[in-house]
């Protein structure tokens, strides 16, 4: 008998997922909760058992994620303000950049932080998909989410060092998407960014 309206959530068949999740996270993958697509608040503790961290957009989210869920966090945001990204630095254990001048613009607090920060660059692998989700594909050539192989390799040419400090390359594919579409996706990044 549940009051209605009510949200409800059968925390066995949670468990029974999140379980999926960290068998893949004690294969060696780091398993991050995406404070954007679900943060409700009462099943943190729970969650917190089976990942180790969160993935975040904002500032804010940046926040609640070191606070509910402990140091590893994971940020990614087209764009961070000036005036913020000291508190976001705190927050954070890993910051990722949508393009390289987001990278110069921030590099010097970087690399005076007292803090150890994992820095990553989004990259743009360029996938189109049907007609249908392309819209919201942020992979599509047309997307200003990430850094086209091109841009890339310009960037490079008028810079080899460019790439110092950087730890790792991003990209976000597709969503309600089934496997065969990461796997195609997976060859195509592997063909053009494989190598650096």
Known sequence: KIETPA???EEELLRHNLGILKHVADTGATMLHALKAWATWPLFPVVKEYLNGTEVSSLNEARLGREEFGP????YAPAYKPEEFDEVMRNCSHIIFNSFSQLRQFKDKLRTSKKKISVGLRINPEITTDEKH????????????????GEFE??????????????????HIFFERDLD????ALAKIERHFGHY
Do not use: T, Y
């Open 181 to 184: 579409d990461l796997k195609n």
């Open 134 to 149: 392309d819209v919201w594909n942020p992979c599509a050539p047309d997307s200003r989410l990430g850094i086209r192989i």
């Open 72 to 75: 590893e966090v994971h940020m």
């Open 154 to 171: 310009r960037e490079l040419e008028k810079n080899p060092e460019v790439l110092g400090g950087v730890e790792g390359l991003h990209f």
């Open 7 to 9: 949200f409800v959530i």
